[in-house]
């Protein structure tokens, strides 16, 4: 059985943030296997979804016992959205690394004990790993931050100053 902690669920936001950032043919590399809810597939209107699927994304259907959670969860968390919270009962039922941008997703997912990241630790795991350079993270991140991306600040920043100082 392939390890759980190498699953990760990804969210919209998290899609959209790659594929802006001009790193999401990249980002398939990485040594985990990404999945996404069929919903979230489904509402990506900026992005090729069958060139996700060709790079590896994988296509999650929730079973009716599933919905029924995410529909639960929707009474009681009225501030996260339906399609987050397919990721949510997604990643809980995968036993998987959720992966978004969305700070009620994440806060709800760290209270149900999902292991959750952001873009940033994307970026930070791309370059440990050697995936991008330094700077093309750098040139990643400060695109992001053009588009108006949610992303803390001064993380932003730390790590801009990083990577542009290792690319030196």
Known sequence: ?????????????????????????????????????????????????????????????????????????????????VNDLFALVTARSLRAILLTGDKNLRKLAEQDKVLTHGTLWVLDQMVHLKVISPLQAAEALKLLCEKGSRLPIDECNDRLKNWRDKSE
Do not use: W
């Not at 996700?52 to 259907?61: D, F, R, T, V």
């Open 1 to 81: 059985m392939e390890d759980s902690l190498s699953i990760c669920v990804v969210d919209t936001n998290l899609l959209i943030d790659l594929y802006f950032g001009k790193i999401i043919i990249p980002f398939f590399t990485l040594p985990y296997t990404f999945t996404a809810p069929d919903v979230i597939i489904a509402e990506l209107k900026s992005i090729d979804c069958s060139m996700l699927i060709i790079l590896g994304l994988q296509k999650y259907e929730l079973t009716g016992k599933q919905i029924q959670d995410v529909l639960q969860l929707r009474a009681q968390h009225r501030q996260v959205s």
